[in-house]
Nanobody, 128 residues
């Protein structure tokens, strides 16, 4: 089992920045990758950034490319999502999720069906 806990959500003005954290515990050695997803009320869940644990490769949704950066602190078993130039469209509940299977680099990294463990989410609200 892997447990994930997100933190760092807040309310900010458009153009601002936030850094979300995803702390992993339990069988962390089984994790092959972690991704961030978000869901706004009335909208489908969207994958925004994925990170592999072998090689630290990252994959981003087009909507956040150039604004968001996903990174990892191995010593703390924590994955971060640095969000810059935030827009009202970035508002939503942000979740991190972990997968235990290897996946070829690509869009599959942002598909929720490929992830086994999920956190409880942290709310991000961006006002104009």
């Amino acid at each position: 089992e892997v447990q994930l806990v997100e933190s760092g959500g807040d309310s900010v003005q458009a153009g601002g920045s936030l850094r979300l954290s995803c702390a992993a515990s339990g069988l962390t050695a089984s994790i092959k990758g972690i991704a961030w997803f978000r869901q706004a009320p009335g909208s489908e869940r969207e994958g925004v950034a994925g990170l592999s644990f072998g090689g630290n490769y990252a994959y981003y949704a087009d909507s956040v490319k150039g604004r968001f950066i996903v990174s990892r602190d191995n010593a703390k078993n924590t994955v971060y999502l640095q969000m810059n130039s935030l827009e009202p469209e970035d508002t939503g509940m942000y979740y991190c999720a972990a997968r235990v299977a290897h996946l070829q680099y690509g869009r599959g990294w942002l598909s929720g069906r490929n992830y086994n463990y999920w956190g409880q989410g942290t709310q991000v609200t961006v006002s104009s």
